[in-house]
């Protein structure tokens, strides 16, 4: 193996990734000897694929995109804690004994780009609301347990969703009908469905009985200000954008390959926002 070291993202389609411009930025930005790829990888070659990749191409590691995050967990050799919490794989790590580390960072992401725009909310001030009951809002969830706040609730369209994901975490379910009505005490509220996303259909929801202190976060990023976040910050409210947690999410994948816990610049985020829109 050589000092070089190639690294890449999987996925199909890949073509709209952004994690290339991350992680060479960093490359160049660190001085490391390295390249990083967009790879597509249709779901019927994947194993196949993945090994060719490793073992003729000498790649130590991807970054995993949809539709194989689920997929990849058969290759893993071992897996973080936090894989079998989220039910998923975004980050492979081959090993020196030729093992495959299956990583999820997506609930350090989430926290990270919070801590990072509002260093001073307090996580446990009060009962967090998060809408969506899927992969997004696993992380999330997990995210916020590690933080040590209890008072979690989910709130789904399809109910039983919420309440098979707030089995698994011991949180609560909160009725969708009652979205915004039932914010008055919500000290954090999280936006992990696809509705405001461009494209899709908007989140219909009313801010107007969420505290003065609270955060507003949307996992959404594209637009970049949704009109969620674009209502809390008429509020006065705390409002986070989706975008930080692509950027923090891919920092401890960077330091598992190349033992440097990369930092998020503002010449970074300002350059993938606009990428993004
Ligand atoms: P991800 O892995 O990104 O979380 P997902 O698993 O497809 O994506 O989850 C999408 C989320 O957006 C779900 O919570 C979904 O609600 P349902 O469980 O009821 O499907 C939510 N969602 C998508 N479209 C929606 C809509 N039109 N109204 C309400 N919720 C919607």
Not at 111 to 134: R, W, Y
């Amino acid at each position: 193996m050589s000092d070089f070291k190639k690294l890449g993202v999987i996925g199909h389609p890949i073509k709209q990734s952004l994690s290339p411009e991350i992680h060479n930025y960093w490359i160049a930005k660190y001085g490391i000897a390295g390249q990083y790829d967009a790879i597509d990888i249709h779901p019927d070659q994947l194993e196949d694929h993945i090994k060719f990749l490793i073992e003729e191409q000498d790649y130590r590691g991807f970054n995993v995109t949809i539709p194989h995050k689920e997929a990849v967990l058969d290759l893993c050799s071992s897996i973080d804690d936090a894989v079998p919490n989220i039910g998923s794989v975004n980050t492979l790590v081959v090993q020196e004994n030729g093992g495959i580390l299956g990583k999820n960072t997506d609930a350090f992401g989430f926290i990270e780009n919070i801590k990072s725009h509002e260093p001073s909310f307090d996580f446990a001030a009060g009962p967090a609301l998060v809408l969506g009951a899927g992969g997004a809002a696993r992380a999330v969830i997990y995210a916020l347990k590690n933080e040590g706040i209890l008072d979690i609730y989910i709130c789904n369209r399809t109910v039983e969703k919420a309440e098979g994901l707030a089995e698994f975490f011991d949180v609560n379910v909160a009725p969708w009908e009652a979205r915004s009505s039932e914010l008055s005490n919500v000290n954090l509220l999280v936006n992990t469905t696809s509705l405001g996303m461009t494209g899709q259909p908007s989140l219909d929801i009313d801010l107007s009985a969420l505290p003065s202190s609270a955060l507003v976060n949307d996992i959404v990023y594209k637009p970049l200000v949704t009109d969620l976040l674009r209502q809390a910050q008429s509020q006065g409210l705390k409002a986070v954008t989706g975008i930080g947690m692509l950027l923090h999410q891919a920092r401890p994948a960077f330091e598992a390959w190349f033992g440097v816990l990369p930092d998020v610049a503002e010449d970074l985020e300002n350059r993938i926002s606009e990428k993004a829109a």
